[in-house]
Nanobody, 124 residues
Framework: QVQLVESGGGLVQAGGSLRLSCAAS????????MGWFRQAPGKEREFVVA????????LYADSVKGRFTISRDNAKNTMYLQMNSLKSEDTAVYYC?????????????????WGQGTQVTVSS
């Protein structure tokens, strides 16, 4: 059974940093793209960033470009999201996901497996 577990969320002041982790188990996902999405209260789930199977192609949402950095360690079945210069509008539940293909997309429907999410709250 595939399981994704996010960690690293929390409360941080604006301008601060957090590092999220996503540990995958129940399979090997080195051939799959992975991604991060987020959902703020009252809003739809939105794409944040995706990384291809070999880390060769990364897609960032414009809202996080230059502030967030995604990485993955296939040997550990783990993905990371380094978030710097956080803003209040980054407040959301962050979800990691595994895509069905090698290259990530911005579409949630292209992802087969999802974690339960981790809360990130940025105070202004």
């Amino acid at each position: 059974q595939v399981q994704l577990v996010e960690s690293g969320g929390g409360l941080v002041q604006a301008g601060g940093s957090l590092r999220l982790s996503c540990a995958a188990s129940g399979g090997t996902f080195s051939s799959n793209a992975m991604g991060w999405f987020r959902q703020a209260p009252g809003k739809e789930r939105e794409f944040v960033v995706a990384i291809s199977w070999n880390s060769g192609l990364i897609l960032y949402a414009d809202s996080v470009k230059g502030r967030f950095t995604i990485s993955r360690d296939n040997a550990k079945n783990t993905m990371y999201l380094q978030m710097n210069s956080l803003k209040s509008e980054d407040t959301a539940v962050y979800y990691c996901a595994i895509a069905s293909g090698r290259y990530g997309t911005t579409r949630p429907n292209d992802y087969n497996y999802w974690g339960q999410g981790t809360q990130v709250t940025v105070s202004s």
